[in-house]
Protein backbone atom coordinates (compact mmCIF):
# COMPACT_ATOMS: atom_id res chain seq x y z
CA UNK A 1 0.00 0.00 0.00
CA UNK A 2 1.51 3.48 -0.85
CA UNK A 3 1.52 6.19 1.59
CA UNK A 4 -0.21 9.34 0.81
CA UNK A 5 2.82 11.30 1.27
CA UNK A 6 3.48 9.20 -2.40
CA UNK A 7 0.68 10.81 -4.15
CA UNK A 8 2.76 14.72 -3.61
CA UNK A 9 3.44 15.58 -7.08
CA UNK A 10 6.84 17.56 -5.90
CA UNK A 11 7.92 14.49 -3.95
CA UNK A 12 7.02 12.60 -7.64
CA UNK A 13 8.97 15.61 -9.24
CA UNK A 14 12.09 15.37 -7.36
CA UNK A 15 12.34 11.31 -7.63
CA UNK A 16 12.29 11.37 -11.30
CA UNK A 17 14.58 14.12 -11.46
CA UNK A 18 16.88 12.13 -8.80
CA UNK A 19 16.13 8.35 -11.15
CA UNK A 20 17.38 10.56 -14.25
CA UNK A 21 20.20 11.98 -12.88
CA UNK A 22 21.12 8.53 -11.61
CA UNK A 23 20.22 6.61 -14.81
CA UNK A 24 22.28 9.40 -16.73
CA UNK A 25 25.30 8.74 -14.85
CA UNK A 26 25.06 5.13 -15.15
CA UNK A 27 24.94 5.25 -19.32
CA UNK A 28 28.24 7.65 -18.79
CA UNK A 29 29.96 4.69 -17.19
CA UNK A 30 28.86 2.46 -19.73
CA UNK A 31 25.46 0.89 -18.47
CA UNK A 32 22.84 0.30 -21.03
CA UNK A 33 18.91 0.53 -20.35
CA UNK A 34 17.03 -2.03 -19.72
CA UNK A 35 14.19 -0.82 -17.87
CA UNK A 36 12.90 1.96 -15.63
CA UNK A 37 10.54 1.70 -12.83
CA UNK A 38 9.48 -2.30 -13.57
CA UNK A 39 6.06 -2.62 -11.40
CA UNK A 40 5.28 -5.64 -10.13
CA UNK A 41 3.19 -6.91 -6.62
CA UNK A 42 6.38 -7.41 -4.40
CA UNK A 43 7.61 -4.01 -5.21
CA UNK A 44 9.37 -1.38 -8.09
CA UNK A 45 12.46 -1.49 -9.72
CA UNK A 46 13.83 1.83 -10.19
CA UNK A 47 16.35 0.91 -12.83
CA UNK A 48 17.31 -2.22 -14.88
CA UNK A 49 20.61 -1.94 -16.68
CA UNK A 50 23.30 -3.90 -18.20
CA UNK A 51 27.08 -3.89 -17.11
CA UNK A 52 28.63 -5.87 -19.74
CA UNK A 53 27.12 -9.09 -19.57
CA UNK A 54 25.48 -8.78 -16.20
CA UNK A 55 21.96 -7.69 -15.59
CA UNK A 56 21.70 -4.81 -12.69
CA UNK A 57 19.09 -3.89 -10.59
CA UNK A 58 19.21 -0.35 -9.35
CA UNK A 59 17.71 1.14 -6.25
CA UNK A 60 17.87 5.00 -6.59
CA UNK A 61 17.83 6.54 -2.54
CA UNK A 62 17.28 10.20 -2.48
CA UNK A 63 18.18 11.95 0.99
CA UNK A 64 17.92 15.75 1.03
CA UNK A 65 20.81 15.80 3.44
CA UNK A 66 23.35 13.21 3.91
CA UNK A 67 24.34 13.92 6.91
CA UNK A 68 21.51 11.84 8.72
CA UNK A 69 22.43 8.69 7.13
CA UNK A 70 23.08 7.88 3.71
CA UNK A 71 20.12 6.47 1.03
CA UNK A 72 22.17 2.71 1.67
CA UNK A 73 21.75 2.77 5.10
CA UNK A 74 17.59 3.12 4.43
CA UNK A 75 17.09 -0.02 2.71
CA UNK A 76 16.43 -2.18 5.44
CA UNK A 77 16.09 -5.52 4.66
CA UNK A 78 12.34 -5.73 4.20
CA UNK A 79 12.82 -3.30 1.40
CA UNK A 80 15.89 -5.50 0.08
CA UNK A 81 13.83 -8.69 0.20
CA UNK A 82 10.88 -6.47 -1.93
CA UNK A 83 13.57 -5.28 -4.38
CA UNK A 84 14.90 -9.25 -4.58
CA UNK A 85 10.86 -10.30 -5.63
CA UNK A 86 10.60 -8.15 -8.03
CA UNK A 87 13.81 -8.85 -9.33
CA UNK A 88 12.45 -12.38 -9.46
CA UNK A 89 9.28 -11.55 -11.26
CA UNK A 90 11.35 -9.02 -13.64
CA UNK A 91 13.11 -12.59 -14.66
CA UNK A 92 9.67 -14.45 -14.63
CA UNK A 93 8.75 -11.46 -17.24
CA UNK A 94 12.04 -11.77 -19.57
CA UNK A 95 13.35 -14.93 -19.79
CA UNK A 96 15.95 -14.28 -21.68
CA UNK A 97 17.59 -12.81 -19.15
CA UNK A 98 16.96 -15.73 -16.90
CA UNK A 99 20.32 -17.05 -16.72
CA UNK A 100 21.96 -13.62 -17.13
CA UNK A 101 24.56 -12.95 -14.08
CA UNK A 102 22.78 -10.21 -11.47
CA UNK A 103 24.11 -7.97 -8.96
CA UNK A 104 21.88 -4.98 -6.77
CA UNK A 105 23.60 -1.82 -6.98
CA UNK A 106 22.50 1.44 -4.84
CA UNK A 107 22.43 4.98 -6.24
CA UNK A 108 22.91 7.63 -3.06
CA UNK A 109 22.03 11.13 -4.04
CA UNK A 110 21.43 13.93 -1.75
CA UNK A 111 21.57 18.04 -2.23
CA UNK A 112 19.94 19.62 -4.94
CA UNK A 113 17.80 17.10 -6.74
CA UNK A 114 17.94 18.95 -9.95
CA UNK A 115 21.83 18.42 -9.88
CA UNK A 116 22.39 15.60 -6.98
CA UNK A 117 25.73 14.72 -5.76
CA UNK A 118 25.31 10.66 -6.52
CA UNK A 119 27.60 7.88 -5.07
CA UNK A 120 27.28 4.37 -7.10
CA UNK A 121 27.10 1.09 -4.91
CA UNK A 122 28.37 -1.59 -6.80
CA UNK A 123 26.95 -4.53 -5.70
CA UNK A 124 25.48 -3.14 -2.52
CA UNK A 125 23.66 -6.40 -1.49
CA UNK A 126 23.04 -9.61 -2.08
CA UNK A 127 19.94 -11.81 -3.12
CA UNK A 128 21.62 -14.82 -0.53
CA UNK A 129 21.31 -11.49 1.92
CA UNK A 130 17.64 -11.39 2.32
Known amino acids: MRRVADRNPDRRAR ?5 AAARAHLLREGLRDVAANANYRFGELD ?3 L ?7 VEVRYRRDARFGGGAASIDAHKRRRIVQAAQAFL ?6 AQTPCRFDVVEADGDPGQPT ?3 LRDAFRADDV
Do not use: K
Not at 51 to 57: H, K, M, P, R
Open 47 to 49: LVM
Open 92 to 97: AHHPHH
Open 15 to 19: GAAVE
Open 118 to 120: LRW
Open 51 to 57: DGATLVF
